[in-house]
Structure formats: structure tokens, C-alpha cells
């Protein structure tokens, strides 16, 4: 997101990247190179962690503390790597999380804006 030079490019991305957080995997011992009956486990946290600090860099460079943050709304399920208080809890929190976005990216005017708006040489708005 950093190359990208403004979260208006990657809003969308992020979007998508919140209704996946949390969701199931389908890791199997063959896809992890760590040995051992957690290795599936910890595949799992590790893709979720990506995703959470995924969501917290598009937090940063578009100014919302709220997904700077967003690791402090999940509570003692995150401290305790709880996976199945992290499901309750990520049910709630993919809604606030959109809807942060959505309405950040509404309020900028980049909410799927109109393309009749001249682009410059990197697809960025050039008025």
C-alpha cells in the first residue's frame, strides 16, 4: 500500500481483505513446511495476522486510528489467540470495519467515484 502513494488506490482491496479476515482456511499439514500437529494452527494465525496488519497499514495511510488500532477491539480473544472468541468477535467487527471505509472513502468523494474524472499518468485523480 505504501507504492501505491494514497489510500484511494487501495480502499477496494482493503474492503475485500476485511470480509476475509477471519474466515475458514484450508490448510492441510502438506501446505505448511513447519512440522508438528500445530503447524495447520499456526498457518492459520500467521494469515491472519497479515490480514489484520493489512488492514491497520491501509489504517495509517489513510488517517482512521479506528483500523490503526484495530487490534485493541478484539479484546481478550486476540490477547489469548482464542480462535473461536476471535470468530464471535470478528462478526462484529467486519461491519464496523466496512462501514469505516465505506464511509471514509464517501466522505473523501472516492466511493467508486465518477470515471468520467480525468485520470493522470497513474490512474490517480488529476483534478
Known sequence: ???????VSSYRLVLALVQSIGSPTAFQ???VLEEGNDAVTNATWDL????????Q?????SGLEKLI???????SAFIELDWSAMQVV??????IWTETIIRHAKDEGEFFPDRARPLDENGADAT
Do not use: Q
Request: proline share 0%; aromatic share 16%; with cysteine.
Open 57 to 61: 497499514e491501509y489504517g495509517f495511510h
Open 48 to 55: 491472519f495476522f497479515v490480514r489484520i496488519s493489512g488492514l
Open 69 to 75: 488500532w484495530a487490534t485493541d477491539a478484539l479484546g
Open 29 to 31: 499439514a502438506s501446505d
Open 1 to 7: 500500500m505504501a507504492n501505491c502513494d494514497t489510500w
Open 90 to 95: 470478528l462478526t462484529e467487527m467486519r461491519s
